[in-house]
Every structure is written in structure tokens, then in C-alpha cells.
């Protein structure tokens, strides 16, 4: 077993039940929206279809996407993994930023909406994970 460079124990703020459920519903939220967006796109439904086309990528593309949603939302569910996909979350993001960006769509409804979602994934994740709060303290 590896030692992390520091320790949790040193991690003065430890949680109180109301942060860590707060954690947990921030969490859950974003959760049941990615989990919609990826299952709509595995399901090839009409709506994704068209909204794959309007953001400029292709019918074919939708499986794809779903599936990297997938796999980051599993690695983002497992405890153990969470960090890990919470990073895999912000790239795929990222990407959505810059396809709304690219095509101007509206800042506060359209390119910032991923940084929402992300901030959810975050804010969830520091407040359930004492590790994540040990590296944001750090």
C-alpha cells in the first residue's frame, strides 16, 4: 500500500453530518443529470440526435459520447475512484465549453452550464471526501 504525501488525519476540518449529506445531494443531482444525458445518447433518442447535430457533431458520434459518460460516472460512483472521475468529468466538460463556445451560443444558459455541472461534481465530492479536502487545503 502507497502512503500519500500527507496525512488526513491532519486534515483539521472534518465534516458534520448535515455537510457530508449536502455533499451527497450536490452529488446525486448532478449524477441524475449526467446519467439522463448518457442514456439518451445509448439510446439514440430523437431529442439527442438532434442536438448532436445542432452542436456539430455527427448521429454516429452519440454512442461514443454515452459511453465515455458511462465510464466516467462509474469511476465517479465507486468511493474509491471518485477524485479520479471527478477529473475525468471535468475534461469530457471541458469539451462541451468549448463546442458551445465555438458555436456562440449564450454564456450563462449554454457555455457556462458544464462549469455548473462540474461545480456540482466538486462541491459534492469536498464535501463527502476527506482526501479531496485535504489536497484543496494543501
Known amino acids: ?29 448532478a449524477v441524475l443529470f449526467l446519467t439522463f444525458d448518457a442514456a439518451i ?10 442536438g448532436t ?5 455527427q448521429p454516429h458520434h452519440l ?20 477524485p479520479l472521475g471527478a477529473i475525468l468529468w471535468t475534461g469530457y466538460l471541458g469539451g462541451a465549453i468549448a463546442t458551445h463556445l465555438r458555436l456562440d451560443n449564450p454564456l450563462f444558459t449554454h457555455i457556462l452550464f458544464p462549469i455548473y455541472v462540474a461545480a456540482l461534481l466538486w462541491g459534492g465530492l469536498y464535501l463527502r471526501d ?7 487545503r494543501r
Open 1 to 29: 500500500m502507497t502512503t500519500l504525501p500527507f496525512s488526513l488525519a491532519s486534515d483539521a476540518w472534518s465534516p458534520s453530518r448535515a455537510a457530508r449529506w449536502t455533499g451527497r445531494v450536490l452529488s446525486a443531482i
Open 41 to 50: 445518447k445509448l439510446a439514440g433518442a430523437r431529442e439527442a440526435i438532434e
Open 53 to 57: 447535430t445542432q452542436l456539430g457533431w
Open 63 to 82: 454512442p461514443i459520447l454515452g459511453a465515455i459518460q458511462v465510464v466516467c460516472l462509474v469511476v465517479y460512483l465507486v468511493p474509491r475512484t471518485a
Open 130 to 136: 476527506p482526501r479531496v479536502r485535504a489536497l484543496v
